[in-house]
């Protein structure tokens, strides 16, 4: 059940948002060897956000699983989330966070009922 959160001050189109948000679902899908049918992204147009003490277009984006990341897992997602997003966003690596967070099944919520 993962969930892709991207925040990001980068001006991208409807359209684009779409197309990118797409990569990225089959992308970590596939990187985390999850069914895509459970797989969830999310853009968040911000109207402010600092990195490095400049506004230059940024992204923060946060990664949730009820599946355990494994370190190796976590880097391999890091590199082709921030290869992804720079294409698409014009936003480079070095402006890109990213964060993972495993959620126990017993708090993750889906069709009327929990996981666990």
């Known amino acids: 059940m993962p969930l892709m ?6 001006e991208i189109g409807d359209v684009a948002v779409s197309e990118m948000l797409s ?3 089959a992308k ?3 990187l985390l060897a999850q069914p895509e049918a459970y797989v969830m992204t999310l853009f968040d147009r911000v ?5 490095a003490g400049t506004a230059d277009p940024c992204c923060l ?5 009820v599946v355990p990341f494994s ?5 391999t997602v ?10 698409h966003l014009d936003v480079p690596p070095k402006r890109i966070f990213l964060n993972f967070t495993d959620f126990p099944k017993a ?10």
Request: aromatic share 4%.
């Open 78 to 87: 890091t590199q082709t989330i921030c290869s992804l997003l720079a294409e």
């Open 47 to 51: 109207a402010g956000m600092t990195m």
């Open 71 to 75: 370190r190796d897992q976590a880097q």
């Open 61 to 65: 984006v946060e990664v949730r699983s």
């Open 107 to 116: 708090m993750w919520g889906f069709n009327g009922s929990i996981l666990a």
């Open 28 to 30: 970590l899908a596939g």
């Open 5 to 10: 959160t991207i925040r990001s001050t980068a």
């Open 23 to 25: 990569a990225c679902s």
